[in-house]
Nanobody, 113 residues
């Protein structure tokens, strides 16, 4: 059993930055790929990006160049650094162990002036 807890969401102005965290309940990061997803009201959940077990990152075109995923294996924590935020980035952001049913409960990001 793995628990994932997201944090760091909040209200930010357009053009601003925010860093989200995803903390795992046990040591898994060395062995698993992880992902960030988001879901805006009335829309389907979409992939933001992934951090693979061998250290590679992949991003959706909509966030490429603005978002960066990293992780600290010693802290069992994955991060999503978001910059140049736009109103369309507003959503609940979730982290997951790729290919499993382990998801966090999400953290809300609102980009608004």
């Amino acid at each position: 059993q793995v628990q994932l807890v997201e944090s760091g969401g909040g209200l930010v102005q357009p053009g601003g930055s925010l860093r989200l965290s995803c903390a795992a309940s046990r040591r898994i990061f060395s062995f698993n790929s992880m992902g960030w997803y988001r879901q805006a009201p009335g829309k389907e959940r979409e992939l933001v990006g992934t951090f693979t077990s061998d250290g590679r990152t992949n991003y959706a075109d909509s966030v490429k160049g603005r978002f960066t995923i990293s992780r600290d294996n010693a802290q069992n924590t994955m991060y999503l650094q978001m910059s140049s935020l736009k109103p369309e980035d507003s959503a609940v952001y979730y982290c997951t162990l790729t290919g499993t049913n382990y998801w966090g409960k999400g953290t809300l990001v609102t980009v608004s002036s």
